[in-house]
């Protein structure tokens, strides 16, 4: 069974910094495209990912987090992960984490965390 856990989030003051983490079990985890994906409550989730990262380690960044986000893995612990700093209200969201087999469709992906909260206070 392929599970996604997410942790991390956090209250946290405008400036701040927070890493999120995301553990995956049940697959090859290093033969998968992962990515990060948030979503405003009451407001759609965004539809690409703010942060992804192929299997060979290629890095993409949606233009509102890119200078300020950086994501990266640790095949060792099957974990992914998202630096986050330099935090604004406007990053205030449920983060997800998702995985798929091609970087393409990430949005689509099969395989969902639970979501970890993200609230920064100005």
């Known amino acids: 069974q392929v599970q996604l856990a997410e942790s991390g989030g956090d209250s946290v003051q405008f400036g701040g910094s927070l890493k999120l983490s995301c553990v995956v079990s049940g697959l090859p985890f290093g033969d998968y495209c992962l990515g990060w994906f948030r979503q405003v409550p009451g407001v759609e989730r965004e539809l690409g990912a703010i942060?992804?990262?192929?299997?060979?380690?290629?890095?993409s960044y949606a233009d509102s987090v890119k200078g300020r986000f950086t994501i990266s893995k640790d095949y060792a612990k099957n974990t992914l992960f998202l630096q986050m700093n330099s935090l604004t209200p406007e990053d205030t969201a449920m983060y997800y984490c998702?995985?798929?087999?091609?970087?393409?469709?990430?949005?689509?992906?099969?395989?969902w965390g639970q979501g970890t909260q993200v609230t920064v206070s100005s």
């Open positions: 998702a995985l798929d087999l091609y970087c393409y469709r990430i949005s689509t992906a099969k395989h």
């Open positions: 942060a992804g990262i192929s299997d060979i380690g290629t890095t």
